[in-house]
């Protein structure tokens, strides 16, 4: 038996009879594979035209696709109202927080923001982790890499622990700009992964593996490489900009005990590792059966897309890549809109919450300083930060019950976004140029 990934054919030679389809699906019940005597639906366009011009429609293709699509969009919306939930202003931990706080802490972030991260990582690596586990032949190989992926990433979050025990100093040991490019990288490779998994053929030669140095030594062990990237992968999570994470890193920071800095980072990757373990594991499920796993593969591509997608637009955001649309409105300075004016200066004030900024849109006036006081009414990891790019440098830092003040002047009118650092929670800032 020959078989051709890039012809998509499987050619049989016998020496008499050949086995039925169905014989086929019998011996490689085990193996992922399908056989059909007629062309699988995946097989057939969806639109195709007969010699005489007719369009026909392939329908339980159709029916199939929208099946799929609603899948993909019932769980973006699930994600989307468990971050607008806000159920991280629930639990609000400090340095002197028991463990049990921060394994709690963990489940929720491993239930929303840490999901479309990580999970979309696990996800997009699934197909490839799946074609290692079924060599080994053993049904609880398929667990393998992702238990290897959250060791690895428990492993990371203790020694990142202990580093940030020894610092001490710094509330946040990284620029954003780092977080974002790194971010915008990931979820680059990821819409790559996902796009493979919806079958564009041209990315299909694209595989993960370990850098040239440890593949001489992978050589020696061929299970070894495929112990080590799920383990490295898990580990490089620790970077990902996950509001939760950073929250739990700055309080970390501030213990000055490396212990005590590594138990906390433990505890909170202990408590992202359920969810997680629990998207590897549905997934590992899902591709040994060969009706679920190409719904599944259509599933999760068109989600690790989404999720790569949505990552970029987030990280140019916090880049500064969405400038201001300048334009030259002018409102009358009696506008209920604008701002009070003290002493020259326009005041404007801003509720701070776990998902959201209230207001979300405020209007000021162009070359009239602004004086922005901000009161944190119990902000999560991701909207702890304000930052506006095309207003201001740096970042505005919050504290829970505490008003923060940000003084500026906007030269040019237009709209101006501000956001969570992160890029997640966002308003508009509207300048305008008055009569006054």
């Not at 195709?48 to 159709?62: P, S, T």
């Not at 790559?192 to 919806?198: D, N, P, R, T």
């Amino acid at each position: 038996m020959r078989a051709s990934t890039a012809k998509k054919t499987v050619v049989i030679e016998c020496g008499g009879s050949c086995p039925t389809a169905g014989e086929l699906n019998t011996i490689f019940s085990n193996d992922g594979y399908s056989f059909s005597s007629k062309p699988f639906v995946d097989d057939v366009p969806l639109f195709q035209f007969k010699k005489d011009g007719e369009l026909v429609i392939n329908q339980n293709k159709l029916f199939s696709g929208l099946i799929n699509l609603l899948l993909a969009s019932g769980v973006l919306l699930l994600l989307w109202l468990i971050n607008r939930s806000g159920l991280s202003s629930l639990i609000t931990p400090n340095a002197s927080s028991s463990l049990l706080l921060f394994f709690f802490f963990g489940l929720i972030a491993g239930s929303s923001s840490c999901a479309a991260l990580s999970g979309g990582i696990i996800l997009s690596m699934s197909k490839q982790w799946q074609a290692w586990t079924q060599k080994k032949g053993k049904k609880t190989a398929k667990w393998e890499p992702h238990v290897l992926f959250n060791a690895g990433r428990i492993a990371s979050f203790f020694l990142a622990g202990a580093l940030l025990g020894v610092l001490g100093h710094s509330a946040r040991t990284l620029p954003l700009h780092f977080y974002a490019v790194f971010t915008i990288a990931i979820s680059l490779l990821m819409i790559v992964l996902g796009l493979q998994m919806l079958g564009v053929k041209q990315l299909q030669s694209l595989r993960i593996g370990l850098p040239r140095s440890l593949s001489k030594i992978g050589a020696k062990d061929p299970t070894m490489s495929n112990r080590v990237v799920p383990v490295l992968t898990g580990a490089l999570t620790l970077l990902l900009p996950c509001g939760f994470t950073i929250t739990t890193m700055t309080i970390a920071l501030t213990t000055a005990n490396i212990l005590q800095a590594s138990l906390i980072m433990t505890a909170f990757a202990l408590g992202t590792a359920p969810m997680l373990l629990a998207i590897g594991l549905s997934s590992s499920e899902l591709l040994t059966k060969p009706r679920l796993a190409q719904r599944f593969m259509i599933v999760a591509g068109i989600l690790v897309v989404a999720f790569g997608l949505n990552n970029i637009r987030y990280q140019l955001r916090v880049l500064g890549i969405n400038a201001p649309i300048v334009t030259s409105a002018s409102i009358p300075a009696s506008n209920s809109k604008l701002p009070p004016i003290v002493d020259g200066v326009q005041i404007i004030k801003l509720n701070a919450y776990s998902n959201r900024y209230d207001p979300n849109q405020i209007t000021v006036r162009v070359g009239v300083p602004v004086r922005w006081e901000i009161t944190d009414q119990g902000t999560s990891g991701c909207t702890n930060a304000i930052i506006a790019p095309g207003l201001f440098n740096g970042e505005i830092r919050l504290s829970p019950g505490e008003t923060s003040i940000k003084e500026f002047t906007v030269t040019k009118p237009g709209r101006y976004t501000f956001s969570c650092w992160m890029g997640m929670v966002e308003g508009i800032i509207e300048a305008v140029q008055t009569s006054e």
